[in-house]
């Protein structure tokens, strides 16, 4: 996931989204920016992304820390012309947590309704039930390393499409290790496709790359594309 470009102002998740019935249309968002896929299946497609406030999660290698709070109340539509204006079919919704914000999945039917080819990005902690089945989701599953592998939810992957991607963001061996138990105990490659992640600067890459290689794994090793070229430029 990544950063810059459009909001300010408070976090809305799902046990405070009630406080504001009147709001039915509007998300609390972060940022909306146009910048190149950084990873999946689709990494090198220029993407708008919608990325929303808030999360639930603390991953001690996180680098959108920014998004866990501020951003400003947008309703659909204008969250849609602002997409619109970037003229590319390509949308990918982020975070933070973009679950954590209960009227995520009716954005979601709206863009899929208008036309765009939709991913999401999420944490994996959060239901992905009901999620439209015309959405790729991209669904962490947290290693160790992160401090969060306790809030994975197992549910999630009997709700994963064969469209859908499953990414581990591995920190060393240990992670790499657990990643890998993961992905037989689960018949993950059977499911949908997998991705493998080093943290950028904690794993050298070339690393887990062999350690790919020699285990013959069935799985997608990736970089974060945007960081190569931008390093960490928020809105790139």
Same mark, same amino acid.
């Given at each position: 996931?990544?950063?810059? %470009?459009?909001?300010?102002?408070?976090?809305?998740?799902?046990?405070?989204?009630?406080?504001?019935?009147?709001? $039915?249309?509007?998300? =609390?968002?972060?940022? #909306?920016? $146009?910048?190149?896929?950084?990873?999946?299946?689709?990494?090198?497609?220029?993407?708008?992304?919608?990325?929303?406030?808030?999360?639930?999660?603390?991953?001690?290698?996180?680098?959108?820390?920014?998004?866990?709070?501020?951003?400003?109340?947008?309703?659909?539509?204008? /969250? *849609?012309?602002?997409?619109?204006?970037?003229?590319?079919?390509?949308?990918?919704?982020?975070?933070?947590?973009?679950?954590?914000?209960?009227?995520?999945?009716?954005?979601?039917?709206?863009?899929?309704?208008?036309?765009?080819?939709?991913?999401?990005? *999420? %944490?994996?902690?959060?239901? /992905?039930?009901? #999620?439209?089945?015309?959405? =790729? #989701? /991209?669904?962490?599953? =947290?290693?160790?390393?992160?401090?969060?592998?306790?809030?994975?939810?197992?549910?999630? #992957?009997?709700?994963? =499409?064969? %469209?859908?991607?499953?990414?581990?963001? /591995?920190?060393?061996?240990?992670?790499?290790?657990?990643?890998?138990?993961?992905?037989?105990?689960?018949?993950?490659?059977?499911?949908?496709?997998?991705?493998?992640?080093?943290?950028?600067?904690?794993?050298?890459?070339?690393?887990?790359?062999?350690?790919?290689?020699?285990? $013959?794994?069935?799985?997608?090793?990736?970089?974060?594309? $945007?960081?190569?070229?931008?390093?960490?430029?928020?809105?790139?």
């Amino acid at each position: 996931m990544h950063g810059n %470009a459009t909001p300010t102002a408070a976090n809305e998740t799902q046990s405070d989204s009630a406080r504001v019935p009147t709001r $039915h249309r509007q998300l =609390k968002i972060s940022e #909306i920016f $146009h910048s190149l896929q950084g990873e999946s299946s689709r990494v090198g497609l220029p993407t708008v992304f919608v990325r929303l406030t808030g999360c639930p999660l603390r991953c001690v290698w996180c680098d959108t820390e920014y998004a866990f709070h501020g951003g400003q109340w947008m309703d659909f539509e204008a /969250i *849609t012309n602002e997409i619109r204006r970037h003229e590319t079919p390509y949308v990918c919704v982020t975070g933070g947590e973009p679950l954590a914000q209960k009227r995520c999945p009716a954005l979601l039917d709206e863009l899929v309704q208008h036309g765009f080819q939709v991913s999401l990005e *999420t %944490a994996g902690a959060l239901p /992905i039930e009901g #999620i439209n089945p015309a959405v =790729k #989701i /991209i669904m962490d599953l =947290k290693a160790p390393g992160s401090g969060e592998s306790a809030r994975n939810r197992w549910q999630n #992957i009997d709700h994963l =499409k064969p %469209a859908d991607e499953v990414k581990f963001v /591995i920190a060393d061996e240990t992670d790499y290790r657990w990643s890998v138990e993961q992905l037989h105990r689960h018949a993950l490659a059977d499911r949908c496709q997998v991705l493998f992640s080093p943290v950028a600067g904690e794993l050298p890459p070339q690393q887990l790359a062999e350690w790919v290689l020699r285990d $013959h794994l069935p799985v997608r090793f990736q970089l974060q594309l $945007h960081k190569i070229i931008w390093n960490d430029t928020r809105g790139k």
